[in-house]
């Protein structure tokens, strides 16, 4: 027995020159069960589709970005880019300073 159960969801996509492409999304999933008086499992044999359609449109719109997003977004990976490095600094340099201290104790005793 095969069970199919189709999502139907209806789409709209508005572009930058306000052109407008109606469509729809789809989702399937699919259940298979085997059928036989054997296994007692119950069930008529065949395909089965149950469709359900969204009541909601889901509506997908187009727009460019302004010249603030991108210098936000330029400032946010810099800051994060000297972040990590000075992290990466912070922890070199301290591990670098407890060796050389472990090495002159080493050395004096």
Do not use: W
Request: aromatic content about 12%; charged content about 15%; proline content about 3%.
């Amino acid at each position: 027995m095969f069970q199919y159960y189709i999502k139907i969801v209806p789409t709209m996509y508005v572009k930058l020159d306000n052109t407008v492409l109606y469509t729809n999304q789809f989702s399937v999933t699919r259940h298979q069960k085997s059928v036989s008086n054997i296994n007692s499992e119950s069930g008529m044999p065949g395909a089965f589709f149950s469709y359900e359609l969204s009541p909601l449109m889901v509506k997908y719109t187009e727009k460019e970005r302004s010249i603030g997003h991108f210098a936000t977004n330029v400032c946010a990976i810099v800051g994060g880019v000297f972040t990590v490095a000075g992290i990466i600094d912070a922890l070199l340099y301290h591990s670098l300073n407890t060796f050389q201290n472990k090495m002159m104790l080493g050395k004096a005793g």
